[in-house]
């Protein structure tokens, strides 16, 4: 008579049983924060604080950008005044808030003209080639090899003083840039696979070149936008420090600084913090572009 096996104790080395198959489990996407850098960050911040201050100024300050307060003159930063006053009793802060929008606009159609220009002088000179192309580009190398500053006096002088004229000066002085890096794309993708087949499947020169080579071309051209919009505001604020930009009493930037100077030993903030308004905004915005073209 046999007996049935009674379960004895179990050891370290008993075979495991095998269990049935787990189902498999989705993983978790993780914010990977060792990716994000804190200067790239600390840019955006400091763009969209700029952008703020060009659409909204009263909502950062209680104080005019252009009319003074009695008693207030060349005040320390303070409590009150949280970067001081300058020689007519106006706030310093307020005066960098309101100017804001004369800078950035200005930055933004100097941008514009050298990326509507460059970009349509570009596209002709790579797409067409030939003798069209060896013109635009002795064109080009003529503005390159100007210096920048005397180009954008020189322009003034034509067009006239203000702001506008001003960022349309600046915006000239790019044009060159923008058409070489755009003729230097627009030749690379001219001569892709996928161009040269929409042009065997019957594409016409026009509908080939606005479908295929204008959108594969303009990645590097935005990332030098970003990057020109930096040296804009730089060169703006140059032309209003040397008084070929906006007129008093309108606080741009390179105005306030220009007005400041001549109380610098005895009101060192008149200078020091719209100054510091421009180096973070153009840091910031060549730290982006510098992110932009690497993403492309």
Do not use: C
């Amino acid at each position: 008579m046999s007996t049935a096996p009674t379960a004895g104790p179990t050891s370290g080395h008993d075979i495991p049983v095998p269990q049935a198959d787990a189902p498999p489990q989705t993983p978790r996407r993780r914010l990977n924060l060792r990716r994000i850098e804190p200067a790239l960050v600390l840019s955006w911040l400091v763009i969209v604080i700029a952008l703020l201050f060009a659409i909204a100024p009263s909502l950062f300050t209680a104080y005019s950008g252009t009319v003074g307060v009695a008693g207030q003159q060349l005040k320390p930063p303070s409590a009150l005044h949280m970067l001081g006053t300058d020689q007519l009793g106006r706030d310093v802060f307020a005066r960098i808030v309101y100017g804001a929008v004369y800078s950035l606009s200005g930055a933004f159609v100097a941008v514009a003209v050298g990326l509507v220009a460059g970009t349509a002088l570009g596209l002709v000179a790579g797409a067409i080639g030939g003798w069209i192309d060896d013109v635009i580009m002795r064109i080009v190398d003529v503005l390159l090899a100007i210096p920048g500053l005397l180009l954008s006096l020189s322009i003034i002088v034509l067009l006239g003083f203000g702001a506008v004229d001003a960022a349309i000066a600046v915006g000239v002085t790019t044009v060159a840039r923008f058409a070489r890096l755009v003729r230097s794309e627009v030749v690379r993708v001219r001569r892709t696979d996928y161009v040269e087949a929409a042009f065997g499947s019957g594409g016409t020169f026009a509908t080939v070149l606005w479908r295929h080579i204008l959108p594969n071309s303009l990645t590097a051209v935005v990332a030098m936008a970003a990057l020109q919009f930096g040296s804009a505001i730089l060169a703006i604020s140059t032309l209003g420090f040397l008084g070929y930009g906006a007129p008093p009493p309108i606080p741009e930037w390179g105005l306030l600084i220009a007005e400041g100077r001549n109380y610098i030993s005895t009101a060192w903030w008149l200078t020091t913090f719209p100054g510091l308004a421009v180096v973070l905004v153009v840091l910031s915005a060549n730290r982006i572009s510098q992110s932009v073209r690497r993403a492309a």
